[in-house]
């Protein structure tokens, strides 16, 4: 069992038994749906007889790294790649890729089923994670997606909420009604679903400030890179601030070697909690489960959404109505300097 606190679920509790054995599947989409399960996990390990990891890429290599002693097993890759700053295109090129995979990943629970006797499977937003011999739970944000048009939104809840319905219940990490952090992707009233609140692995900690500046770069390729090469080149025209990079990739961790920078690859649960903990501004995507990771913080943060991506950017302008938020584009940022300034 994991030594971090285990915070209660209590929407969860009529789900588990003892006895069961539940395989937890996580989609490999940046490092958010591996992170948000982390506190999952930790509570899964607390009333079931035993859990099992599944997933691949990053989000597997977390998992691995945040539950040593568990069992892992890999999934077919949906092989997300945001070459276009539109999701629908994106989704679309990459239709064949993730309709193979949700194939693949419905024979994989198959097979994992027999291996394990497991008796329960957990899917997070893997549309195929499931099988007939176990119960089925699914986990998402996203009951309603969003899009600026309305049909693509309309359309994309339809097939979303269909393959919802193959699953004998969802559960949301969010509030309900004006609590909720996300509503419009996460409101829905049917007793097949059932709200859970924000599932953080992050606690608010007290300590001192000692990085002005924590950048966390995340999701997809080629926009990462894209990202990280576009912050990097502000970033290292700002001596006056202390600056600590998390998420980086090996080009960046070679070439980048300054006295105000400190440059990392990942970090397991603690570290980040440590960083976020001890930075005063937050440079990072608007994913929703780094809104649930900062949200009871004393940290500022500057929100950048992955163009096209209509979730990060509903997000980003929805919680910079929040006086310690701000909402940029990535083709805005030429005004990161002054917006550090003004918030730091």
């Not at 739970?137 to 193959?166: A, C, D, E, M, R």
């Not at 699953?167 to 309900?176: E, G, Q, R, V």
Request: with cysteine.
């Amino acid at each position: 069992m994991s030594a971090r606190d285990v915070r209660h679920i209590e929407a969860l509790e009529s789900f588990f038994q003892p006895d069961d054995v539940v395989i937890v599947g996580v989609l490999n989409w940046g490092l958010g749906h591996a992170a948000r399960c982390i506190p999952i996990i930790d509570w899964l390990q607390t009333v079931c007889k035993e859990v099992i990891l599944a997933s691949d890429g990053e989000a597997f290599d977390l998992l691995v790294k945040e539950f040593p002693n568990l069992q892992a097993f890999s999934l077919p890759s949906y092989h997300i790649v945001y070459r276009y700053p539109n999701i629908v295109a994106n989704i679309l090129l990459g239709g064949f890729d993730i309709t193979k995979a949700i194939i693949q990943e419905k024979l994989s629970a198959s097979d994992l089923t027999k291996k394990t006797s497991a008796t329960v499977i957990f899917s997070d937003n893997r549309l195929g994670f499931r099988n007939d011999k176990t119960r089925n739970y699914y986990l998402t944000h996203q009951v309603n997606l969003i899009h600026k048009n309305p049909i693509f939104s309309k359309v994309g809840s339809w097939i979303h909420q269909y393959f919802i319905g193959k699953f004998d219940h969802c559960f949301i990490p969010d509030n309900s009604g004006l609590q909720a952090l996300c509503p419009a992707m996460s409101s829905i009233s049917d007793q097949q679903y059932t709200h859970i609140g924000p599932q953080t692995r992050i606690r608010k900690l007290s300590m001192p400030k000692i990085y002005d500046i924590l950048v966390i770069l995340s999701g997809p390729e080629p926009q990462k890179s894209i990202f990280e090469a576009a912050i990097l080149d502000i970033l290292v025209r700002l001596p006056q601030y202390k600056i600590r990079i998390i998420g980086a990739g090996q080009l960046s961790l070679k070439k980048h070697v300054l006295n105000h920078f400190e440059i990392i690859g990942t970090l397991d649960t603690k570290e980040i909690e440590h960083a976020l903990n001890s930075s005063k501004l937050l440079i990072s995507r608007s994913g929703y489960t780094t809104i649930m990771d900062i949200e009871k913080l004393d940290l500022h943060a500057i929100f950048i959404p992955t163009p096209g991506q209509t979730e990060q950017e509903y997000l980003a302008e929805l919680h910079s109505k929040n006086a310690k938020y701000h909402f940029l584009n990535q083709n805005e940022l030429n005004k990161l300097q002054n917006v550090i300034k003004s918030l730091i």
